[in-house]
């Protein structure tokens, strides 16, 4: 008997509608048991998943619950990175992966022992196939083009059965084949636990297999834009309503979310997940033990094993996983960049946009396909979570933007951020705050009489001393000069760097999760932490390809040059964590974010004391690197979101690399970070962005050098801070910024004579 879970979307005003309609015709929005797609889950107690990663290569990614990173090659728990071909998209099976090739659109299957096996049958081998689907123990596929989106109608299918020594091997038979289907166009085929189902392109729902007859589908005309099944059950949603219609086990989809609409669904072995068409959380239902389903992401594709479920997040194209079942073991993905979608040659309709691989910032990667003339699709939001605003629509080439409620700023955005503001929510936050700072009070005073026990409040005491009495609050800049000589070179090192438990800081970043992240670079990311004791802190985790390419003599070369570094205007190593194969690092903590916050990311604006204080501080900061270090370091990325603001307002330099005895041009390196200084100082002054396509020209420098050199540097003078009555200070900065950017390196000036005049100008004290 048919069994029906209608998603109700009365009450909806037509042009949302309308757009959900739009997204339901996303060919393929559907990752589950039996299910392509660009991240897929293989079901029983060997589960394991795998993504297509988003390097260009359509290579995939494996990981298993032994294995917390990516498979290396010499690996038995999972397939590796290299062991299987590229490929156009996943499907998995119990214990199995399968998938169609990039470049060929041929199948290949491989279990997570043998990787390198192709459990594909020889006679199968050499077929292309537009669609591949992997139950419990068995594989149908669909002949034809993968990228021409063609089908012959023609359906294959074979088996995969388990030896007595736990290895798994293909068999041809005729256990699946039905004669029926070769008659129909199928647009989509997915399996469970003993059936294969095919959505047909005309409209229709066929099942095949020895337990089909029990999922009880029959007499189905309409036509589905998404299809998924679990182990025995199938659901889709209807390509003209949107309604999720379900067959087979009742349990598996029993309390379906009401009057959501969905843009993607998962199947597990006994539950459903999908992802809500207007904000992108996922939501799950059926049978299972729990839910940790992330509230605060949204994503772009997920896939469901019987334990637990893994998501794409949409803001970095990360891997989340949460568990569906308690007893399960918990593990963590890859901190690898993972595809969003499948490539496909078809063009983006309306209500979705074609990714754009700019946006992830990524040098030398063009394209997250294989082919250029390939490309992703994926359905465009239409809301953002609780606690954002929608401050930019879904346009062609980009979904639509979010911003935090505490960047509302104008009418626009104050409907929806209101209830952040409610006397409720404002009298909980107050609560919650006063309670965290008793907490921290507390934890802070057994710190401080440990410190004590220790001898060393002494140094503390006056290491604070010495970096106060040099860094006036803002208010305070306005009234008072700056006295130079009250900031040291470089503040008394504490002592050798204290050494994390890896317990010890997940549990300070709440597991590592999204909610504590202060940002990302090409280390890794960094997350705030408060740790046992009441320090606020920032841990600094590299990903994947930064422990792969740093061996353990590297990372311990690295640390003992970042013991030595201590200045006030370094953002100072304070401990590490090196173990389980992590390379966790733990940095003092920057209250007032970055320098690109300020100037371009919303947040409060600077004065011109407070920014010349910046400029100079900074300088002082590469003077260190470069002059009174050996080996000199060089920062090699210096820009303004690497300029990091301290509880006083002082400029901190962060995420520099080391010059090594390797780079042959020591010089220009050096020199190389004098132009980055130019750009940061240029952007001081203008308050525009290094490269801004609103602008023409974009590049800040062909903008603001020309006018410069044409004695008119007043044009580029911020106009959204209020000019200080004395301009001159301002002017110098221009022909300082000037001189940093020019093309030929011997004609700019060092560091030490950059700071030496930024300190001259400080000390003038002209900016009122």
């Not at 990325?637 to 010059?659: P, T």
């Amino acid at each position: 008997m048919q069994v029906l879970y209608a998603h109700s979307l009365r009450g909806i005003s037509s042009p949302v509608f309308f757009q959900l309609i739009l997204l339901f015709l996303c060919s393929y929005c559907a990752y589950g048991f039996g299910t392509m797609g660009p991240i897929s889950a293989s079901l029983g107690k060997d589960e394991f998943f795998c993504a297509i990663d988003a390097s260009g290569k359509q290579d995939v990614i494996c990981w298993g619950k032994n294995n917390t990173s990516s498979i290396p090659p010499s690996s038995s728990a999972s397939p590796s990175v290299t062991d299987s071909p590229p490929m156009a998209s996943l499907s998995g099976g119990e214990g199995f992966m399968c998938g169609i090739q990039a470049s060929t659109s041929q199948a290949y299957c491989w279990s997570a022992t043998k990787p390198t096996i192709d459990l594909v049958p020889p006679a199968y081998q050499s077929y292309a196939y537009s669609q591949i689907a992997a139950g419990k123990n068995h594989v149908c596929a669909v002949r034809g083009s993968y990228y021409s989106n063609e089908d012959s109608g023609i359906v294959d299918c074979w088996e995969i059965l388990r030896t007595s020594d736990n290895s798994l091997k293909w068999k041809q038979s005729d256990l699946y084949y039905d004669q029926s289907t070769s008659n129909l166009a199928l647009n989509k085929i997915v399996a469970g636990e003993g059936f294969s189902c095919g959505a047909v392109r005309d409209g229709g729902l066929v099942c095949w297999g020895p337990t089909s007859t029990s999922l009880g589908v029959s007499n189905v005309s309409e036509k589905f834009s998404i299809l998924v099944s679990g182990r025995n059950s199938v659901c889709g949603l209807s390509n003209v309503s949107g309604d999720l219609k379900c067959w087979g086990d009742k349990d598996s989809f029993a309390d379906p979310p009401d009057g959501t609409g969905l843009i993607s669904l998962s199947a597990g072995g006994h539950y459903y997940c999908g992802i809500r068409a207007d904000n992108h959380i996922v939501e799950c239902w059926g049978s299972f033990n729990s839910s940790a389903v992330p509230k605060g992401s949204g994503f772009m594709a997920i896939a469901s094993s019987d334990y637990r479920a893994c998501g794409v997040r949409e803001e970095d194209l990360l891997i989340d996983c949460w568990l569906v079942n308690e007893s399960s073991a918990e593990f963590d993905p890859p901190l690898e960049l993972s595809s969003p979608g499948l490539c496909s040659s078809s063009s983006c309709v309306p209500g979705e946009f074609a990714f754009n691989v700019s946006n992830l910032n990524e040098p030398g990667l063009t394209s997250l396909c294989v082919r250029k003339d390939l490309r992703i699709c994926s359905p465009c939001g239409s809301n953002c979570s609780q606690g954002f605003f929608l401050s930019s629509p879904c346009t062609e080439n980009s979904d639509r933007v979010c911003t935090a409620c505490s960047l509302c700023q104008n009418s626009s955005c104050w409907d929806v951020c209101r209830h952040e503001s409610s006397p409720d929510v404002v009298h909980k936050k107050k609560w919650h705050h006063l309670l965290r700072l008793l907490i921290i009070i507390g934890s802070a005073a057994l710190g401080f009489l440990f410190i004590i026990t220790c001898g060393c409040i002494l140094p503390r005491l006056i290491t604070k001393k010495e970096v106060k009495s040099g860094t006036a609050k803002p208010e305070q800049q306005a009234d008072h000069n700056i006295d130079l000589h009250s900031f040291p070179s470089t503040t008394s090192c504490p002592g050798m760097p204290q050494i994390f438990r890896l317990c010890e800081l997940k549990d300070a970043t709440n597991g590592f999760k999204e909610f504590n992240e202060l940002g990302r670079g090409s280390y890794g990311f960094v997350y705030k932490a408060v740790l046992a004791d009441g320090r606020v802190v920032a841990v600094k985790r590299a990903n994947a390809a930064t422990i792969i390419h740093t061996n353990n003599r590297d990372f311990e070369m690295e640390l003992e040059i970042l013991c030595k570094i201590r200045h006030c205007n370094i953002v100072n190593l304070l401990g590490y964590c090196a173990e389980m194969g992590e390379r966790l690092l733990v940095y003092e903590y920057m209250p007032h974010g970055t320098l690109y916050d300020h100037l371009h990311g919303g947040l409060s604006p600077l004065n011109w004391s407070v920014r010349l204080k910046i400029a100079m501080q900074t300088a002082k900061g590469l003077e260190y690197l470069h002059k009174e270090l050996a080996p000199p370091i060089v920062h090699k990325d210096l820009k303004s979101s690497n300029i990091l603001l301290d509880s006083e307002w002082g400029a901190r330099i962060s995420d520099f690399g080391l010059l090594t005895c390797g780079d042959k041009d020591q010089n220009g390196d050096v020199q190389s970070d004098v132009y980055n200084f130019g750009v940061v100082l240029l952007e001081i002054l203008s308050g525009r962005k290094a490269y801004d396509g609103d602008f023409a020209p974009p590049n800040i420098i062909e903008w603001a050098v020309p006018l410069i050199k044409q004695g008119k540097a007043a044009a580029i003078i911020d106009r959204s801070v209020p000019l200080p009555r004395i301009v001159e200070p301002l002017l110098k900065l221009a022909d300082i910024a000037e001189l940093a950017v020019r093309h030929n390196p011997g004609e700019r000036p060092a560091m030490p004579e950059i700071a030496s005049w930024l300190e001259q100008i400080v000390k003038d004290g002209l900016i009122l």
